[in-house]
């Protein structure tokens, strides 16, 4: 059924306040005095033996001009986890260098947060965007939580804040919340649930109410809406990376080649999902491309992603109509490299806020058990 509504901060006056951006701060007293040395990071015969094995991993979109400049800081960060005693969780939108030869676990944010609450090591290094560090954290609040860029935010999580769900609270009462894991721990903590795209269907059906509010992706709230009898009131947010295609766009595309497959991923504007063969999340996505081989695929998502299938599944071809999302790109290998020499920067929460934050994911995480 359609979207019962659509609020956003204009609904609601000035309360709404954007979180202030954080800048990166030079290398702090406490960091230098727990640093560790920095690795050589020259181009040897050695670094290419023992970095051979991760290039055959990636050598399908990482060229031998590129591979010397990055196989150093490959080899120094994976000698130094081990140092540190830290592991690194990388989001699919991470590049392939990232996601394919420094990462201990790769997935999305359903999967990442899953993971994070089995890690051993004391250390973990969130290659990802700041909410999901944020998550990492809230569901392992006795380890040390790091991010390379502190700065690396996301559209949807800066477009709400708890002061707005209680908002929308007074104006709903009695409506139960679901905020997308896209949101701070401040927005988690104030929500009745989590929910990543592979599971909003089944997290908003599973509370058995006629009406939820549902937050911050109005596209992803469109796309529940349209697979639900369930009611749903949305607000305004969209990621700036889905929200720039078009319908037109890919009927492009298909005009150009009747025969290329085309899928895209839920927070897609509603006219861009409807010239889509398959609609899905993340991890459904690349377990379609699995499944179904195509020859020829438009990925409708994040250009990472689809480097990343490529890497493991070189027969795809892919048409690359994808747009980059700036805030992952903020993490590279060099930033990395500093996050374990340094251990910065360190992602704290508030132990009242995480605590109330992490009922809501762990909400999330035992429906999926
Ligand atoms: S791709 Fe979109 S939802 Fe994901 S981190 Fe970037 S802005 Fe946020």
Redesign the pocket.
Same mark, same amino acid.
């Given at each position: 059924m359609p979207i019962a509504g659509i609020y956003g901060p204009d609904d609601f006056g000035p309360v709404h306040g954007q979180p202030a951006a954080q800048t990166r701060s030079r290398v702090s007293p406490t960091e230098r005095a727990r640093a560790l040395p920095m690795p050589s990071l020259e181009w040897t015969p050695e670094v290419e033996r023992s970095t051979a094995h991760l290039y055959e991993r990636v050598k399908n979109v990482v060229s031998p001009v590129e591979w010397p400049f990055m196989a150093p800081y490959i080899k120094a960060i994976n000698e130094l986890k081990k140092t540190r005693d830290a592991v690194i969780l990388a989001h699919n939108?991470q590049t392939p260098e990232i996601f394919h030869c420094v990462a201990d676990i790769g997935g999305d944010s359903l999967q990442l947060a899953v993971e994070a609450t089995k890690v051993k090591s004391s250390v973990i290094v969130q290659c990802g /965007?700041h909410f999901m560090a944020e998550t990492s954290k809230i569901l392992n609040p006795h380890k040390t939580v790091l991010i390379p860029d502190s700065r690396a935010g996301?559209?949807?999580?800066s477009s709400i804040t708890g002061a707005d769900v209680r908002l929308l609270r007074e104006r709903f009462p009695g409506v139960p919340v679901v905020a997308y894991v896209?949101t701070s721990a401040d927005v988690k903590a104030e929500v009745d649930i989590c929910c990543t795209s592979s599971n909003a269907l089944q997290v908003v059906e599973s509370l058995n109410a006629p009406t939820v509010i549902f937050l911050p992706d109005q596209y992803l709230a469109k796309y529940v809406a349209s697979k639900t009898d369930v009611k749903i009131i949305a607000w305004k947010g969209a990621?700036? /990376?889905?929200e720039r295609f078009t319908g037109d766009e890919l009927r492009a595309y298909r005009e150009a080649d009747p025969s290329v497959q085309i899928i895209a991923h839920p927070?897609c504007p509603p006219d861009v999902l409807a010239e889509a063969d398959f609609t899905g999340s993340t991890a459904h996505m690349i377990n379609w491309v699995r499944d179904k081989r195509p020859r020829r695929l438009v990925m409708i998502t994040?250009c990472s992603m689809a480097d990343n299938v490529r890497a493991e599944l070189p027969d795809v071809e892919m048409v690359r109509p994808c747009n980059l999302?700036p805030?992952?790109k903020r993490i590279t290998l060099p930033k990395i490299l500093e996050s374990l020499i340094y251990l910065r920067e360190e992602v704290t929460v508030d132990p009242l806020i995480a605590e109330k934050a992490r009922r809501s994911v762990e909400r999330m995480i035992n429906l999926k058990n």
């Open positions: 939108y /965007v996301c559209s949807l999580a896209n990621c700036e /990376v889905h927070e994040e999302c805030h992952m």
